[in-house]
T-cell receptor
Framework: NAGVTQTPKFQVLKTGQSMTLQCAQD?????MSWYRQDPGMGLRLIHYSVGAGITDQGEVPNGYNVSRSTTEDFPLRLLSAAPSQTSVYFC?????????????FGPGTRLTVL | RKEVEQDPGPFNVPEGATVAFNCTYS??????FFWYRQDCRKEPKLLMS???SGNEDGRFTAQLNRASQYISLLIRDSKLSDSATYLC??????????FGTGTRLKVLA
């Protein structure tokens, strides 16, 4: 199993550009989520999905869109990039390892918006 | 009060020392709690879960104090490889997790 994969690993955008961060998991987990991590702020939930076709907003959803057409994929779209969206983005899927509820994170995408 | 609060550290300890971190939470309805470990510029990984009063796994012990609304992580016989940031995680409702900002640990040779 590859677990959770994310692409790209690094990205530089100009203000106003749009892009999609890709996330895929091969563990057949229903629950997937996107976080951003900024210094001193911890991980903050952007959007999450509890299954194909079902998404909801997290703590900081503004400026981001998601969709979930398959169980495996959960892309995050930046509609019009702003410098405030410079951050490290982590995708995660959630499932049970034995009795333990576990979130598995992808390796992250480091995004800089100029 | 923040939903999840941690001392950012850093905690600098010598190899072999015992070190403990606390994490306070505000949602008294939370039933399960987690400690994740994050190495520099890497993704977080689950270290331990706490569902009742405590959990032990080798050199690591996690304890829960519901009355005072905090969980702790105790690391015995610290190794250089334990150097990392430790994130406290508390569920918020059925689908959301709230992450603390993390406590940095440096184990010194």
């Amino acid at each position: 199993n590859a677990g959770v994969t994310q692409t790209p690993k690094f990205q530089v955008l100009k203000t106003g550009q749009s892009m999609t961060l890709q996330c895929a998991q091969d563990m057949n987990h229903e629950y997937m989520s996107w976080y951003r991590q900024d210094p001193g702020m911890g991980l903050r939930l952007i959007h999450y999905s509890v299954g194909a076709g079902i998404t909801d907003q997290g703590e900081v959803p503004n400026g981001y869109n998601v969709s979930r057409s398959t169980t495996e994929d959960f892309p995050l779209r930046l509609l019009s990039a702003a410098p405030s969206q410079t951050s490290v983005y982590f995708c995660a899927s959630r499932g049970y390892e034995g009795p333990t509820d576990t979130q598995y994170f992808g390796p992250g995408t480091r995004l800089t918006v100029l | 009060r923040k939903e999840v609060e941690q001392d950012p550290g850093p905690f600098n300890v010598p190899e072999g020392a015992t070190v403990a971190f606390n994490c306070t939470y505000s949602n008294s309805a939370s039933q399960s709690f987690f400690w994740y470990r994050q190495d520099c510029r890497k993704e977080p990984k689950l270290l331990m879960s706490v569902y009742s009063s405590g959990n032990e796994d080798g050199r690591f012990t996690a304890q829960l104090n519901r009355a005072s609304q905090y969980i702790s992580l105790l690391i015995r016989d610290s190794k250089l490889s334990d150097s990392a940031t430790y994130l406290c995680v508390v569920p918020s409702g059925t689908y959301k997790y709230i992450f603390g900002t993390g406590t940095r640990l440096k184990v010194l040779a």
